[in-house]
């Protein structure tokens, strides 16, 4: 089976686990480091645990969609089973196929791992050449399109994953998008370029310090 991905980079993939509500990417067997949306949920002050765990449909749908977007990207076979939330994956998938993905000049990678020094990790949904720019992409299916304020941490997990990215690969990332897909079929591409994201850069290394000093503190205190 061909696939739809130019290998631009020798990608990898790492095991995850989950310590203390947290997930964590296995980059060896001695080194483990928090997931970028882990760091953002923890950084919330009205987050709540026990919303975490419960598997709701539209997490279904969201993480289905993902799986089509894979399968088509690397020609796999279809082996998910088909209920009325993967019928409507499906179709939520090939929208945003046919109005971003044949659009990309280059497609480097799907579900792509990445990290940052010893400090995070996370999975890029896709990467490559958009509008001739180095582009990290994240799709997002909901029951609404949501507004730029709206978006901002999924804005700031792009924009980690390009800081990674960057420091991993020696690239210069200059955009990154938001890809949004509601139920009813509407979408909507957020897209911002290098001047935007620094602002989200530096939001997000004030995220990953507030989480690494509140992790010393609570260390102290056990």
């Not at 991905?5 to 928090?34: A, F, G, M, W």
């Not at 002050?45 to 089509?68: C, F, W």
């Not at 720019?133 to 999924?154: A, G, N, P, Q, R």
């Amino acid at each position: 089976m061909s696939s739809k991905i130019v290998q631009k980079y020798n990608y990898q993939t790492y095991p995850t686990n989950k310590v203390n509500n947290l997930r964590y990417y296995c980059l060896s067997e001695d080194l483990n480091v928090p997931s970028v949306t882990s760091i953002i949920r923890a950084s919330k002050a009205n987050h709540h645990r026990t919303i975490q765990n419960k598997i709701t449909s539209p997490m279904e749908v969201g993480d289905l969609m993902h799986k089509y977007l894979q399968q088509y990207l690397t020609d796999a076979p279809d082996l998910i089973i088909k209920t009325s939330n993967s019928y409507l994956a499906q179709s939520l998938a090939q929208i945003v196929i046919e109005n971003l993905i044949v659009k990309l000049d280059q497609i480097w990678g799907s579900e792509v791992s990445v990290y940052y020094m010893d400090k995070y990790a996370g999975t890029i949904d896709l990467i490559g050449i958009y509008d001739g720019k180095i582009c990290v992409i994240d799709y997002k299916s909901s029951y609404k399109t949501k507004t730029i304020d709206e978006l901002e941490d999924f804005f700031i997990q792009c924009a980690a994953y390009t800081v990674a990215h960057d420091w991993q690969y020696d690239t210069n990332i200059d955009s990154m998008m938001i890809f949004q897909v509601t139920r009813d079929g509407d979408f909507e591409q957020n897209l911002m370029h290098s001047n935007q994201m620094e602002i989200y850069k530096l939001k997000w290394f004030n995220k990953l310090e507030t989480f690494y000093s509140e992790l010393t503190i609570n260390e102290s205190k056990s």
